[in-house]
């Protein structure tokens, strides 16, 4: 059974970093997508960015120039890097992965979620 476990969440100051973090396990297809979605109270879950098995990224454009998917194979373990945070990026943070092959965009069906980590960035 695929599980995403995240990590990394917490509260800064607008212009602030942080950088979040998903451990994959159980999962065992050749061609993958992992992303990481957000959603605060009464909105839809929104993809921010996404990579997939051969390194191709996808960012919405809010995220584009602050925020860096990557991953790291050995440690079965993806991240995103976020800088320049302003309070609107403030939301529950999720990972998900599926295994349909490429991406194509930040927003798709996962089969699987994390359990989400909250950041919050205050002005």
């Known amino acids: 059974e695929v599980q995403l476990v995240e990590s990394g969440g917490g509260s800064v100051q607008a212009g602030g970093s942080l950088t979040l973090s998903c451990v994959a396990s159980g999962y065992t297809a050749m061609n993958y997508c992992l992303g990481w979605f957000r959603q605060t109270p009464g909105k839809e879950r929104e993809g921010v960015a996404s990579?997939?098995?051969?390194?191709?990224?996808n960012y919405t454009a809010s995220a584009k120039g602050r925020f860096t998917i990557s991953k790291q194979n050995a440690k079965n373990t993806l991240y995103l890097q976020m800088s320049s945070l302003k309070p609107e990026d403030t939301a529950m943070y999720y990972c998900?992965?599926?295994?349909?092959?490429?991406?194509?965009?930040?927003?798709?069906?996962?089969?699987?979620w994390g359990q989400g980590t909250q950041v919050t960035v205050s002005s």
């Open positions: 998900a992965i599926h295994s349909r092959g490429l991406c194509l965009g930040v927003n798709w069906s996962p089969a699987k």
């Open positions: 990579i997939d098995t051969f390194g191709i990224t």
